[in-house]
């Protein structure tokens, strides 16, 4: 038996042996002639395609011989390169069930049972038996990458990310490496940021540098610290692990204050992506997030607008959060802008959400909304935002009677709101018609009286 496991009389090999012999003649022609032999060199390419055909079919071969049922992965039926553990305690070859989890799934497929958690154990018994079951019957383990398809990650990956992670606990230069790396891959590629759900480790040594010294902060490391929890918080497996690891969500709130604009601004886009989840709204409306994103929009900068303004909608949608944003001045600035033609379309959105406040629709009245939003409503060319000025119209009508002269003038003048009952959307027209309704009662019951 040859060093590689292959018997010497195997017809594969004797061909190997061959081509080696041939390949070894070419290349001590191609070198012995002064010019350049074409021929030759044509010949050693097709030599060394074969070998590598050669030894993929070896290979092939050779995880043909039956093997151990222990060894075999439940759901790819094939012998596990990367055997891992579930909680639930069953074995499976690391790419097949980390696909299976990124699916949604959150039960073993064998027991059934649902899991606690979705950290990946290395099954390292598992894996030596394998590694010994292959030495001895002359088979080379291939490397993991070998077969792992998109959704997959090679031990390389593991390992390099391992490493990434402890150079967050080094020097500042290290870190500094460090993060912008993460960054980088957690951007670029999807699986890398399962990883992180993989160790319940992983994401307190990310922001470790970030949680020992809020006052010395390097703006670099905590701009690519920020970035890449926004990139992790992207994957839905994530977002609740990212939310209620202690410390992120305030160091997210943190940098909404502080850092360069790009900081500021993708620390509202972790936050909007992270509450997706009801449970995480409520958490981040909790953590004192409102405020920083309000003064933020307040101060207009068009990098970060987009994304608070996304923020404030999503967060705005629970009860709690929007008194605690009218609390912190919402309105005021989400009208300041309107009024500067500023992102009007998406910020008319949470004015429509925040208009069920009651203090919310009695500063709108006081700040002149009225008047700015039926101008909006006979220039705008956006019917959802027609929509949802109508709507803020229609209960600053239910609750404040001093609007109702404002509104009956604008009808007067160019029938804005009979317009919109007969052109606007399905909302649009009922929200203008209980406004001409109302005002006609009005009208009546002063006549009768």
Request: avoid cysteine; charge should be positive; proline fraction near 10%.
């Given at each position: 038996m040859a060093k590689t496991g292959v018997v010497e009389g195997d017809p594969l090999t004797v061909k190997e042996m061959e081509l080696k012999r041939e390949l070894q003649r070419l290349v001590k022609v191609i070198l012995s002639q002064e010019e350049i032999n074409v021929d030759a060199i044509d010949k050693t390419q097709q030599i060394l395609l074969a070998l590598k055909e050669l030894k993929l079919k070896r290979r092939s071969s050779s995880f043909d011989l039956p093997f151990p049922e222990e060894f075999r992965c439940p759901l790819s039926k094939q012998l596990m390169r990367d055997p891992v553990m579930l909680a639930s305690g069953q074995t499976y070859d690391r790419p097949f069930i980390q696909k299976w989890l990124k699916a949604g799934n959150r039960m073993c497929p064998q027991t059934q049972q649902v899991l606690s958690h979705t950290i990946l154990t290395p099954n390292h018994l598992i894996r030596d038996m394998i590694s010994q079951w292959c030495k001895n019957n002359g088979i080379q383990m291939p490397d993991s990458v070998q077969f792992l398809n998109d959704e997959g990650l090679t031990e390389a990956d593991r390992d390099l990310f391992l490493s990434l992670l402890a150079k967050m606990s080094s020097t500042l230069s290290d870190q500094k490496v460090a993060a912008r790396e993460l960054r980088l891959l957690t951007k670029?590629?999807?699986?890398?940021?399962?990883?992180?759900?993989?160790?319940?480790?992983?994401?307190?040594?990310?922001?470790?540098?970030l949680s020992q010294s809020n006052s010395n902060v390097n703006p670099n490391l905590q701009e690519d610290i920020i970035t890449t929890l926004l990139n992790l918080s992207i994957h839905d497996n994530n977002k609740k692990l990212v939310a209620e690891t202690p410390k992120v969500i305030p160091l997210l709130v943190d940098a909404l204050r502080s850092g360069t604009i790009e900081t500021r601004s993708n620390a509202a886009a972790a936050l909007f992506t992270l509450s997706a989840l009801d449970s995480n709204k409520e958490?981040?409306?909790?953590?004192?997030?409102?405020?920083p994103l309000v003064e933020l929009l307040d101060e207009g900068n068009p990098v970060a607008m987009k994304d608070v303004a996304s923020a404030l909608f999503s967060l705005c949608i629970i009860q709690d959060n929007k008194a605690r944003a009218v609390r912190d001045g919402a309105v005021r600035a989400i009208l300041k802008k309107i009024m500067s033609n500023v992102h009007v379309d998406e910020l008319l959105a949470i004015l429509a959400m925040l208009s069920n406040n009651q203090k919310a629709v009695e500063e709108m009245g006081d700040l002149g909304a009225v008047t700015c939003l039926l101008n909006i409503i006979r220039e705008a060319s956006c019917a959802r935002s027609k929509e949802n000025c109508i709507a803020v119209l229609y209960t600053i009508c239910y609750s404040d009677r001093t609007k109702w002269k404002t509104l009956r003038d604008e009808e007067k003048t160019y029938g804005t709101i009979s317009q919109l009952a007969q052109n606007g959307t399905a909302r649009a027209k009922r929200k203008a018609n209980g406004i001409l309704d109302r005002l006609n009662r009005a009208i009546n019951l002063t006549h009768t009286a």
């Open positions: 670029k590629m999807p699986s890398f940021r399962s990883l992180f759900g993989e160790s319940a480790d992983a994401i307190p040594q990310l922001v470790r540098p958490l981040i409306g909790k953590s004192g997030a409102l405020k």
